[in-house]
């Protein structure tokens, strides 16, 4: 087939050279051109593309895929795609298959690898999944784990590889975050290590992104490959969990980090015991846990620092920064670094943690007790600019206000009509 349409172009140059004696060079070949496309029928096409689309074409037109045929081919087009037909991306689906495969294939810069590609992309777009959905996963990061709310918890499998997701694919993401009652919650909260995410996206809420288009998001001029493959890890991982989450009419599961998950069950259940715990299982149960966060977010440096702190009461800067061969300055900035990663990862914890405190205080613990609980608040919890845990051990009216919405907070639930 090809070898004819090569056999061909010869008499259609000769025939432009011998007609353009009295013209110039350039209209001459400009003639050439359009008589060149002009050629491209059917009777010199390999007839399997043309098959090809003409059932593609018929299987979109039908009902079921009526509410795609207004997306641009490049909806359903990877990054990693090759000979994409860029002066056809563009064109939504009703306005290609109300086009006639000859006009199609006459469009200038349109070969037959291009058109191939073509018909790669209009068979996504007849798949149930978006192109990318079967992402494969990458075991070098820190899992996510969901909170479950009366049944357990059920563990993702981690997160999934954003190198290649699709428009379709980011729009499926971000309507899950959205369906869900995510939309106030920030990228830091969710991000499967905060080492990942840049420190000005820690505290951006999910919203921000949820009207954006992924080209909308790569255009941001504060948005380059890395913050952009940082908002998707987000996303994508919170879609991981959602899909298999299915739907009860009377249980909610509530998406943490697992760490806090944890905290967060020991402590509703100290609580209610009239009893204060031992000091072993505050060290077990609330500091290890707030530590591994650490690590997971910090690295080994900062947590092995804030397990220095807490071993000693005579903790001496300078000979931590000389044990890590750091400067004094450096160790306070670690330090000052923990309470904002703990206040990303769990916003509740200062309120909860002064809950427990005052719940303790009532019940005459021992001075080693209180001495360990006072060395976790200066070092998870207060900040330069706020000495209100140690102040002051006692919730105001509109702290335990404030407690209460958060225990009892309603969890976003899915229906399974909605499923």
């Known amino acids: 087939m090809h070898a004819n349409r090569a056999r061909k172009l010869p008499r259609f140059v000769a025939g432009d ?15 050439g051109a359009r008589r060149l496309r002009s050629s491209k029928s059917t009777t010199m096409l390999d007839y399997h593309l043309v098959s090809g689309f003409e059932k593609l074409r018929q ?35 009703k306005e290609l298959l109300a086009s006639p495969f000859e006009d199609l294939y006459g469009t200038p810069g349109i070969g037959p690898k291009k058109i191939a590609t073509l018909l790669k992309l209009l068979q996504r777009a007849c798949q149930p999944l978006p192109p990318g959905a079967d992402l494969t996963i990458v075991d070098d990061l820190p899992e996510t784990e969901t909170h479950a ?26 309507d899950a975050v959205r369906d869900y009652g995510l939309a106030g919650e920030t990228l830091g909260r969710f991000s499967p290590c905060l080492d990942r995410l840049p420190r000005v996206l820690w505290t951006t809420p999910l919203e921000t992104y949820l009207r954006l288009s992924l080209a909308d998001i790569r255009s941001l001029k504060t948005h ?39 905290i967060e069950s ?55 920064a000389r044990r890590l061969g750091l400067t004094r300055a450096r160790i306070y ?25 005052e719940h303790l205080e009532r019940q005459a613990i021992t001075s080693e007790q209180r001495a360990l609980l006072e060395d976790v608040a200066a070092a998870f919890f207060v900040r330069d600019d706020d000495q209100s845990l140690t102040q002051d051990l006692r919730l105001s009216a509109g702290g335990q206000e404030q407690l209460a919405r958060i225990i009892h907070r309603p969890t976003p639930t899915r229906s399974a009509s909605e499923e």
């Open 17 to 31: 050279a011998h007609g353009a004696a009295g013209n110039t060079g350039a209209e001459s070949a400009n003639r």
């Open 59 to 93: 299987k979109l037109l039908t009902p079921k895929f009526v509410d795609r045929l207004d997306k641009p081919l490049a909806f359903w087009a990877l990054p990693a795609d090759r000979h994409l037909p860029l002066a056809l991306v563009g064109r939504s689906l």
């Open 149 to 174: 709310a009366g049944n357990g918890s059920k563990r993702a499998a981690g997160p999934v590889d954003v190198r290649n997701v699709s428009e379709a694919l980011w729009v499926a993401w971000r």
């Open 224 to 262: 380059g490959e890395k913050r952009v493959r940082a908002v998707l890890e987000v996303f994508g991982g919170l879609h991981q969990i959602i899909a298999h989450l299915g739907g009860h009419p009377s249980l909610a599961v509530r998406i943490a980090p697992r760490t806090v998950a944890a």
């Open 266 to 320: 020991w402590i509703s259940s100290d609580l209610l015991k009239p009893l204060p715990p031992q000091i072993d299982e505050i060290q077990s149960k609330l500091v290890a846990p707030l530590v591994e966060q650490l690590r997971i977010d910090g690295g080994e440096q900062i947590a092995s620092l804030l397990e220095s702190r807490l071993r000693s009461r005579a903790f001496n800067v300078q000979q931590a």
């Open 333 to 357: 900035e670690l330090l000052g670094d923990v309470p904002t990663i703990i206040a990303v990862r769990w916003p509740e914890g200062k309120l909860l943690f002064m809950a427990l405190r």
